[in-house]
């Protein structure tokens, strides 16, 4: 199944988006709000702005064996709307138990503070591990690890086998 949910005004999910997520294997798309502020990053944004909402999604899935996937889209800074959006589906789909966190980076230009924060303050998470596959990669990684929690593990891999297999040891059976 397939739900496809907006990041509204609001930051929320629409009502049939959240409950169609309770239980099942899902993929959120999730949108880059269209107003972005002006700054330093206004050529940034002003290509966002022009790229398909699909090129600017953040996906939500699960995959085998109890670990949920967040793939984060490359090209594009994260921000915290859209983060926190993606969280909610992690939540959904983990539907009140804590799982293992597979969170793709491959060529994501940034990570907001409120997003970090988003991702790391994770309750649903009983391990994270980060997939990049380059020098910016693990520097984003190394930001989005430094405020994490030390009671959850947390890895950076270059190969996203290898950090599912190493998830599986953080898998409940149910």
Do not use: C, K
């Not at 909402?53 to 996937?69: S, T, W």
């Amino acid at each position: 199944m397939t739900v496809e949910a907006l990041a509204g005004p609001d930051e929320r999910l629409p009502d049939e988006a959240a409950g169609a997520l309770q239980g099942v294997a899902a993929t959120i798309a999730t949108a880059i709000p269209a107003a972005m502020p002006a700054g330093p990053t206004a050529d940034l944004d002003a290509a966002q702005d022009t790229a398909p909402a699909a090129d600017r999604a953040i996906g939500v899935r699960m995959i085998d064996g109890g670990i949920i996937e967040v793939v984060l889209p490359p090209n594009q800074e994260i921000e915290g709307p859209e983060a926190r959006v993606a969280g909610d589906a992690v939540r959904a789909l983990a539907a009140g138990r804590r799982m293992p966190v597979l969170l793709v980076i491959t060529g994501v230009v940034g990570v907001s503070v409120e997003a970090r924060q988003v991702y790391t303050g994770s309750i649903a998470a009983t391990a994270f591990a980060l997939v990049g596959d380059g020098p910016v990669d693990r520097v984003i990684a190394h930001y989005l690890l430094r405020s994490r929690s030390e009671t959850i593990p947390a890895q950076f891999f270059t190969s996203e086998p290898a950090a599912v297999e190493w998830l599986r040891q953080y898998a409940r059976e149910e």
